[in-house]
C-alpha cells in the first residue's frame, strides 16, 4: 500500500480535480447535446501542442501550453460561431467536422517532428502517471480561478444551456456566452490534455456525467453522482494500472466504460424486475 501511494497519490489526486472540473462543464455539455465538443478541443488543444513542438519546445512547458491555448481559443471561436437559430446543419456536424481537420493536422505537424509517432501516444492517452505535486497544485489554483468564473456565469450559462430560445427572448447573447464558456472549456482541456490525454480528458467531461443523467434530474445531485463515480473510477483504474502495469489513462478510461457498462445492465435488470 505505501509503494502504491508513493507512486500514485498524485496521479489520482490530479484526476480527481479533473473529475471536479469536467463534471461541471460535462452537464453543460450534455444539456447543449454537443456531446463531441470536449474531444473537439482537446484535439484542437493537442494540434497547438504539436505546433509548439516542432517549433522545439517540449509538452508540459510554458511554451506548449501558450500554444495549445492559443488553439483552443481559435476552435472555441468557430465553434460558438456555427450555433445558428433555426440550423440546417446541427452543430455537432461542425465539431465533427473541426476534431477531424486537426487531428489530421496534428498528425502532418507530427511526421516533422522525431520520435512524432511516440508523441502522438503522449497526446492521446497522456502522461498521468508522472504527474508531479507542483503540476498538481498549479493545476488545483487554474481551475479555482475558472470555477469563480463559472460560478459567476453560472445562472447564465445554464439557462443558455437548458433552453437557448428562452434564454434569446430574455435578452442574453448567446454568441458571447457561448464564446466564454468554450474559452472556459478550451482553457480546462488545453492543460488537461498536456497530463491525462485526448481519450481520458473526453471521458471525464461525459461518461461520469451520462451516468449521473440516467438517474437523477438535478444538477446538484447529477454532480454529487459524478464525484462519486468518478472518485470509484480513478482509484479502481490506478490499482489496475499498478498491479497489472498497464498505461494509467488507458486503465482509468476503461473503468470508465465498464462502469458505465455495468450501470446499464443494472438498470436494465431492475427495470425489468420491477415491472
Do not use: N
Amino acid at each position: 500500500m505505501a509503494a502504491f501511494l508513493e507512486m500514485m497519490a498524485a496521479p489520482i489526486v490530479a484526476t480527481l480535480i479533473l473529475v471536479v472540473m469536467h463534471g461541471y462543464l460535462g452537464a453543460h455539455v450534455v444539456k447543449r447535446g454537443v456531446i463531441f465538443v470536449d474531444i473537439a478541443l482537446a484535439q484542437v488543444a493537442a494540434f497547438g501542442v504539436a505546433v509548439a513542438m516542432l517549433l522545439g519546445a517540449e509538452i508540459g512547458t510554458d511554451r506548449a501550453y501558450a500554444v495549445g491555448l492559443g488553439s483552443t481559443f481559435l476552435g472555441a471561436l468557430l465553434i460558438s460561431l456555427t450555433r445558428a437559430r433555426r440550423p440546417r446543419v446541427p452543430q455537432e456536424a461542425y465539431i465533427g467536422i473541426i476534431y477531424v481537420v486537426f487531428s489530421a493536422g496534428m498528425i502532418l505537424v507530427l511526421t516533422q517532428v522525431p520520435h512524432g509517432g511516440e508523441e502522438i501516444r503522449h497526446l492521446l492517452v497522456g502522461a498521468i502517471l508522472w504527474v508531479t505535486w507542483p503540476m498538481v497544485i498549479k493545476t488545483a489554483l487554474l481551475y479555482a480561478g475558472l470555477g469563480l468564473l463559472l460560478g459567476w456565469a453560472h445562472r447564465r450559462l445554464l439557462r443558455i444551456s437548458e433552453d437557448p430560445e428562452e434564454a434569446r427572448r430574455g435578452g442574453l447573447a448567446l454568441g458571447r456566452w457561448d464564446f466564454l464558456f468554450y474559452m472556459v472549456l478550451g482553457t480546462v482541456v488545453t492543460s488537461s490534455v498536456q497530463i491525462a490525454g485526448v481519450l481520458l480528458v473526453f471521458t471525464l467531461l461525459v461518461v461520469p456525467t451520462v451516468m449521473a443523467v440516467r438517474l437523477f434530474a438535478g444538477l446538484q445531485r447529477q454532480l454529487a453522482y459524478v464525484l462519486l463515480v468518478g472518485t470509484v473510477a480513478v482509484i479502481l483504474g490506478a490499482a489496475a494500472s499498478y498491479t497489472l502495469d498497464l498505461p494509467t489513462g488507458a486503465a482509468i478510461v476503461c473503468t470508465f466504460g465498464l462502469l458505465l457498462g455495468l450501470q446499464v445492465i443494472l438498470e436494465a435488470l431492475l427495470g425489468r424486475a420491477s415491472a
